[in-house]
């Protein structure tokens, strides 16, 4: 009966592995090595190796940081939103869209402690964090969003794990990994009714921590008083520009997927059509926000926005700024007006090369976010410029090349595709077998939900930790000792940790939702 079910191209990933596997593992075994080695040498000899300044102390690391954070969202779009709007053509996609949530949340910290230079000190940042910095609550809203989005990942797997069980072609060293995995699941209506109910909450839960996230790391530059980042519409501005890049990567991932493992019954054209058309929609967003936040800056008339400004178009920065325009805005533009509007047969290819593009684009988006405004200090310096050298070009390689590396680890030790929902599992019919029955039940299965609940309890216990610490040993700085206001902080530190611990018990229902399956 599995056989049946689990089509031939919804396996090979998991069960077959070819030459073309191994050198591209190894191409990019090579790359990250290479950024391995960078990374040593940064280390020994600090970040004086970089193109990095007392003036320009972030660069290429924090624009790959939001860069990273911006893909991330890319799981949330595509898997929780659609699931609310119950649209049944995402299922194909939805597991790729939440694998690259986790790996882009993986690579995203991974900038952070690079950019610090002293990773032993990353702690310092954490324990001795300000309540006034959004730094603590990229920490807390980041860590939140890694656990939930895993969870999720997770979540929609277990009755894979169950089915692939049932395949004889799955090697034996996968199959003790499923069997542990697939808390003990059989297809009994009442495990289906326990995780469409988990399902759901981890997908109304997720979605507002999504928007938290990018909103929050928008504020690390809106918070400050420099000019080309304070500005209130950096919240929604982040947010686009990441959803944007977040579905450009999710179409990246599926063309690859149907060129190299031809499952084009599967991921179809209309799935290209559908996700053309929301990048469509995006592209007009993002030239709001720029164009609105442009405009406010300029027409503000404060001098040192205004001078930004013209740096910018017409300045050192011109060529960095226009080729974000043109490569991130006009030609996609150009290219998803004509295969969604007039070539509907070039769709996969047309969407597929609008998403590179997109891409390209939305990271030198970032950089000249980061960059030009810490150009130009306060102070009767002299503008400040910034060349990245060897090292950070070879960590930014490394990390596109870990991230590649990530996801082909993942698509072969777990299915891509969520099989159950594509094959329609989910409304299985009682009059029709049952192609789970007679599963073996694992003791050892009931324990990963615990596990599971460990690790969410100890994490929201640190988040607690980091936040009440930041309250009741403030630390202050020169400016700090105005910003801060005890009365202040704890009202809205208050309703903070009341909306943070909503998202935490959401995550609680959905693991006793997983216990129980795993008991019935």
């Not at 063309?255 to 031809?262: A, E, L, M, S, T």
Request: charged share 15%; proline share 4%; with cysteine.
């Amino acid at each position: 009966m599995a056989k049946e079910i689990i089509k031939e191209e919804l396996a090979k990933p998991v069960v077959y592995t070819s030459k073309r596997y191994y050198i591209t593992i190894g191409i990019v075994t090579i790359l990250v090595l290479l950024a391995l080695f960078a990374y040593l040498v940064q280390l020994m000899l600090g970040l004086g190796v970089t193109g990095l300044s007392t003036t320009i102390f972030w660069g290429m690391y924090l624009s790959s940081f939001v860069f990273f954070i911006g893909i991330s969202h890319a799981g949330t779009l595509i898997s929780a939103i659609l699931r609310v709007t119950k649209a049944e053509w995402r299922k194909p996609i939805t597991r790729m869209a939440e694998a690259i949530t986790v790996f882009a949340l993986l690579l995203a910290v991974a900038q952070v402690i690079i950019d610090m230079g002293r990773p032993d000190r990353i702690l310092h940042a954490i324990v001795f964090g300000r309540i006034q910095s959004p730094m603590l609550w990229d920490f807390c809203s980041i860590l939140t969003y890694f656990v939930a989005s895993s969870i999720f990942l997770y979540t929609a797997m277990v009755p894979d794990f169950a089915l692939f069980l049932k395949y004889d072609k799955l090697p034996k060293w996968k199959a003790r990994i499923y069997r542990v995995l697939s808390l003990n699941w059989r297809g009994t209506e009442e495990q289906y009714k326990r995780l469409e109910k988990a399902i759901k909450v981890m997908t109304a839960a997720i979605i507002p921590i999504m928007v938290t996230v990018h909103t929050v790391v928008s504020w690390v530059f809106a918070m400050s008083i420099r000019a080309g980042w304070h500005s209130t519409i950096f919240g929604p501005y982040f947010v686009t520009g990441a959803i944007y890049s977040g579905v450009g990567a999710v179409i990246i991932v599926m063309w690859f997927y149907r060129k190299i493992f031809q499952s084009e019954d599967y991921i179809k054209h209309e799935h290209f059509t559908y996700l053309g058309w929301l990048l469509f929609s995006l592209n007009f967003a993002l030239i709001y926000m720029t164009v609105g936040h442009l405009l406010i800056d300029y027409y503000g008339g404060d001098v040192a926005s205004v001078a930004l400004i013209d740096s910018l178009m017409f300045g050192e920065w011109a060529l960095i700024f226009w080729s974000y325009i043109i490569i991130d805005i006009v030609v996609p533009l150009l290219i998803l007006s004509i295969i969604l509007l007039y070539k509907k047969e070039w769709v996969v290819n047309g969407t597929f090369l609008a998403s590179i593009l997109i891409n390209i684009g939305m990271y030198l988006e970032r950089y000249q976010i980061v960059a030009p405004t810490l150009s130009r200090p306060f102070l009767p310096y002299p503008i400040a410029t910034y060349t990245p050298t060897w090292v950070e070009f070879s960590i930014l390689v490394g990390s596109f090349s870990l991230f590649t590396l990530f996801y082909l680890i993942f698509i072969k030790i777990f299915p891509p595709v969520s099989v159950w929902e594509v094959m329609g599992l989910d409304k299985i019919e009682p009059s029709k077998v049952n192609p789970y029955e007679e599963s073996r039940v694992t003791p050892i299965a009931s324990s990963v939900p615990i596990w599971l609940l460990m690790i969410v309890i100890s994490a929201y216990f640190i988040i607690l930790y980091v936040i009440s610490r930041a309250i009741i040993f403030p630390v202050y700085s020169q400016e700090g000792v105005i910003a801060y206001n005890q009365a202040f902080a704890i009202s809205v530190v208050s309703l903070v940790i009341i909306a943070i611990t909503c998202a935490w018990i959401a995550l609680g229902y959905t693991i006793y939702q997983l216990y129980k399956i795993s008991k019935i």
